[in-house]
């Protein structure tokens, strides 16, 4: 693919790419036409550090000397995976007269600092700069009418999903606002699942959620970074249902920064209990408005494209360094 389109970006006279982490093609054809790119992550830093337990695992830093060594051991393992997976970059790369390492001359991090961990390893000319948010539509929810507490159920989209975290939610739900005022809008790309009960207060659809989050008290979701980022960036506490891939460790993540509660595996009194304790308890939203917060101390992108411009292709700025 980088071989098909490197003379495109050749004859568009493109002068900077940007190319996304896992679609490594578009780094790779800006290098075989001498053009400087920039690599983008739309998540938090999933780079191994020397001072964290393997990413994905959803594990705090260990703590005393077996927790050290816990961390040394499976950053140990994990390394081989690594290692092989660089070896097959080189070979690859080799292939079509590259060398060995892809170089970038900046990487940019889409998420929010607060969903970042602190590293002391923070790779050079890395820079967080918040969100990259998409809305496949322009529509509007409109809520249901009342005055009870929005929440907001949004099943992952992800193959790697809780495939029972909509079920589940609603029927929680349905049971909760028995003996509690709740409004309920169901968030997805397809229609809620068939013959689970829902609350009296109910909406569903494909509408935009970054409007409907103003007006969110909690969000129920499988935390995927989109609608974790989402839901945070908007000041909402969470409840978690994760799945595979990296929710685990965002929903762990969430759970240790305060601004939400993990629930697994999907179950509809274990969801109901987690909204109720998001809802009744201030801290949440507290912690999940300090989470917003961090997005002041993000990093203009458009700043450091001219940077890099201006110098070349070689990116020296320090600034924005988490």
């Not at 000397?65 to 080189?90: C, F, I, N, Y």
């Not at 979701?221 to 799945?243: E, F, I, Q, S």
Request: proline share 8%; with cysteine; net charge negative.
């Amino acid at each position: 693919m980088a071989l098909l389109l490197a003379p495109e970006l050749a004859t568009a006279g493109v002068e900077l790419v940007v190319s996304d982490v896992i679609t490594r093609a578009g780094g790779w054809a800006a290098e075989l036409v001498g053009v400087p790119w920039i690599e983008l992550s739309p998540h938090p830093l999933y780079e191994q550090s020397r001072a964290l337990p393997p990413i994905g695992a959803g594990m705090t830093v260990g703590v005393g000397v077996r927790g050290r060594l816990r961390d040394t051991a499976l950053r140990a393992l994990t390394a081989r995976s690594l290692a092989v997976g660089r070896r097959a970059t080189a070979v690859a790369r080799r292939g079509i007269a590259l060398s060995d390492e892809p170089r970038p001359a900046a990487h940019l991090v889409a998420t929010l600092p607060g969903l970042e961990v602190h590293r002391p390893d923070w790779p050079a000319r890395t820079h967080v700069i918040g969100p990259s948010a998409y809305e496949p539509t322009d529509d509007l929810f409109v809520p249901p009418a009342g005055e009870g507490p929005l929440v907001v159920v949004a099943p992952s989209t992800a193959q790697s999903g809780e495939a029972d975290l909509g079920s589940a939610a609603l029927s929680g739900l349905a049971t909760l606002s028995q003996t509690r005022d709740l409004r309920l809008v169901y968030s997805a790309l397809t229609p809620p699942p068939s013959g689970v009960a829902t609350p009296e207060a109910f909406v569903a659809g494909t509408a935009r959620q970054d409007d409907l989050l103003q007006h969110a008290d909690v969000v129920v979701c499988g935390a995927g970074h989109g609608m974790l980022a989402k839901a945070l960036g908007a000041g909402v506490p969470v409840v978690t249902v994760p799945g595979g891939g990296d929710q685990w460790e965002l929903a762990n993540r969430v759970a240790r920064i305060g601004c939400g509660v993990l629930v697994r595996p999907a179950n509809a009194d274990a969801v109901a209990v987690a909204v109720t304790r998001v809802l009744d308890d201030e801290s949440y939203a507290v912690a999940a408005r300090r989470v917003a917060s961090t997005r002041s101390t993000t990093v203009d992108p458009v700043r450091i494209a001219h940077r890099i411009l201006e110098e070349g292709g070689q990116s020296r700025a320090t600034d924005g360094v988490h």
